[in-house]
């Protein structure tokens, strides 16, 4: 049982219930039937005067024994990591990866406090993600790993190249994100070698260009389906009960992930281990080729696995609010607004509705990758408009602009949505 809101406000706080069975975690119907069953229990303890204490303010910490009966060997010895716990849960992991044999110094907020001196743990996060490349640069880290408050999900910044210094030393450099689409990218490399042909599921909003990279340069399948990790678990779950394929990885682009071999447990740590042993595989391979060669050999940076990753310049997420703050109301429009958008793309130019998507509507705006998703958000009265294209101009010649019009031409939707994101962004004013 974890008591989490995760990266929301501390008045979202809930549990989250995990269990041998359940896999990813309980769905509705279980969960329905726990409170039902705890219902009864509870009643019980309570006419015997007997209700269990409770912790106080204070987090439980149940980490103290974790390493009794490991195994000592040190896969990561030699590697410099960074490890961003952003005083959340996961500061446990530095205390493992320090077992494993890396060099963790460079390591930040990896003591919990559930005030989030530093700001809130998400590795979406501009500001984390800019923290972390700092620690990993003055570190000369070979990884650096961000979780989120719970530790459910995982972002990485990795440097772009490998320097040999005069004296012979090995330096990392030019760091960037390895997230989103690129952390999934790097997934499918692991297990298409772990598990050649297997299937990805993920979240709606994942790019063209990382469905070919999974499907024609891997040889997997890619399944795109809903937002929220609880859907993308249960499709993969779904997948492999039904025999349908061998789903192994169920990941969103915001760093939640479940891997069937770890039982669909939604695990940011456990995506880092995952990572680290291809980092370490990778290191050893390079040490073994230098050792039989004339002139040395700089190892491969884990961007290099997954350089033939088709990526655009410009991605926008747009969040566009009902102006009376309903969420009937963004429900009753938004079907309204999919099907005005499905009727334009029969005479706007470059535009395609891709109808093997899920979730929302999601449209083909350009031949190398570019589309747009309008979804609604899994949580509040707002719709969710990704964009991906070619670079700004394009985006606002494509998208921003024929979207604009369309909705400013519709008195439904015009007095309804807040439009001034996108009002803004067309203007060049954000």
Same mark, same amino acid.
């Given at each position: ?13 809930? !549990? ?31 006419? =015997?005067?007997? $209700? ?10 149940? #980490? ?18 960074? $490890?961003?716990? +952003? ?6 992991? =530095? ?19 559930? #005030? ?11 500001? @984390? ?23 459910? *999900? ?16 090995? =330096? ?7 997230? *989103? ?12 070698? /772990? #598990? ?21 340069? %891997? ?17 993969? /779950? ?77 991605? @926008?997420? !747009? ?7 309903? %969420?009937?109301? @963004?429900?009753? %429009? ?27 509507? *999601? ?14 958000? $899994?949580?509040?009265?707002? @719709? ?20 604009? +019009? ?25």
């Amino acid at each position: 049982v974890m008591v989490t809101a995760s990266h929301l406000p501390g008045d979202r706080n809930g !549990f989250k219930f995990f269990s041998k069975h359940a896999g990813g975690g309980f769905n509705k119907a279980q969960i329905h039937q726990m409170i039902g069953i705890a219902q009864e229990h509870s009643q019980v303890w309570f006419d =015997r005067g007997a $209700l269990p204490s409770t912790s106080g303010t204070n987090g439980v910490f149940c #980490s103290e024994d974790s390493n009794e009966n490991v195994d000592h060997t040190l896969p990561l010895e030699g590697l410099k990591i960074v $490890l961003n716990a +952003g005083n959340g849960s996961g500061g446990f992991f =530095r205390q493992v990866l320090e077992d494993l044999g890396a060099n963790v110094d460079g390591s930040l907020h990896t003591t919990p406090d559930s #005030s989030f001196p530093n700001g809130i743990p998400n590795p979406e996060y501009d500001e @984390m993600i800019q923290e972390t490349v700092s620690a990993c640069e003055d570190a000369h880290a070979d990884l650096g790993i961000l979780l989120d408050t719970d530790a459910d *999900r995982c972002g990485m910044v990795a440097p772009r190249t490998y320097q040999r210094l005069e004296n012979g030393t090995i =330096r990392p450099t030019g760091y960037e994100p390895l997230n *989103r689409n690129r952390l999934i990218a790097l997934m499918g490399v692991i297990y298409s070698q /772990q #598990s050649p042909g297997c299937a990805i599921v993920t979240d709606s909003v994942t790019s063209t260009g990382l469905s070919k990279f999974l499907e024609q340069d %891997l040889g997997l399948k890619h399944v795109r389906f809903l937002r929220g990790y609880a859907n993308v678990i249960s499709k993969a /779950q779904t997948l492999n009960e039904q025999q349908l394929m061998n789903a192994e990885v169920a990941i969103e682009t915001s760093g939640h992930c479940a891997v069937k071999e770890n039982g669909f447990l939604d695990d940011g740590t456990f995506t880092a281990v995952k990572v680290l042993g291809l980092l370490a595989q990778e290191r050893r391979k390079a040490s073994h080729e230098e050792s039989t060669s004339s002139s040395p050999v700089p190892p491969k940076s884990l961007l290099d696995l997954i350089s033939s990753l088709q990526e655009l310049d410009e991605v @926008m997420e !747009f969040r566009l609010e009902v102006l009376d703050g309903g %969420l009937e109301s @963004m429900i009753g %429009l938004f079907d309204f607004v999919a099907l005005e958008i499905d009727a334009l793309c029969e005479v706007q130019k470059g535009w395609k509705v891709d109808h093997d998507n899920l979730e929302g509507i *999601r449209v083909e705006t350009d031949p190398d990758g570019g589309f747009f998703l309008l979804r609604k958000s $899994l949580h509040d009265p707002v @719709m969710c408009l990704q964009v991906e294209a070619n670079s700004r101009e394009s985006a606002k010649q494509s998208v921003i602009d024929p979207l604009l +019009g369309l909705f400013q031409s519709q008195p439904r939707i015009a007095q309804t949505l807040d439009l001034s994101a996108l009002e803004l962004y067309s203007l060049g004013k954000n």
